[in-house]
């Protein structure tokens, strides 16, 4: 049964940082598109960057320059640099995995509709 548990959120002041983990178990994800999801209070999901099979990453552009997303197949986990947080990068951020999508079709919004989701982590960033 695939699994994603994300750890590593909390709050910061701006222009901080954090770093997003998510622990997957249950498959071997060499051939996923695996990426971070957030949500703000009263916004809809946002697709913030992704990690192919192919070990390429795309990002929103809300965040290009700031974020780094990464990935260590040994340990199955995928990561999520934050750098120079902003208030308005305060959301829940959610892992989220995809082996449906085709190699080098991985963008943000595409995982949106994955299958297989975290429950969420808790990123509140102070002006």
């Known amino acids: 049964q695939v699994q994603l548990v994300e750890s590593g959120g909390g709050s910061v002041q701006a222009g901080g940082s954090l770093r997003l983990s998510c622990a997957a178990s249950g498959d071997s994800y060499s051939s996923y598109c695996m990426g971070w999801i957030r949500q703000a209070p009263g916004k809809e999901r946002e697709g913030v960057a992704t990690?192919?099979?192919?070990?390429?990453?795309s990002y929103a552009d809300s965040v290009k320059g700031r974020f780094t997303i990464s990935k260590d197949n040994a340990k199955n986990t995928l990561y999520l640099q934050m750098n120079s947080l902003k208030p308005e990068d305060t959301a829940m951020y959610y892992c989220?995995?995809?082996?449906?999508?085709?190699?080098?079709?991985?963008?943000?919004?595409?995982?949106?509709?994955?299958?297989?989701w975290g429950q969420g982590t808790q990123v509140t960033v102070s002006s």
């Open positions: 990690f192919d099979s192919d070990g390429s990453s």
């Open positions: 989220a995995a995809d082996n449906q999508l085709w190699v080098g079709y991985c963008p943000p919004g595409a995982l949106l509709t994955s299958p297989y």
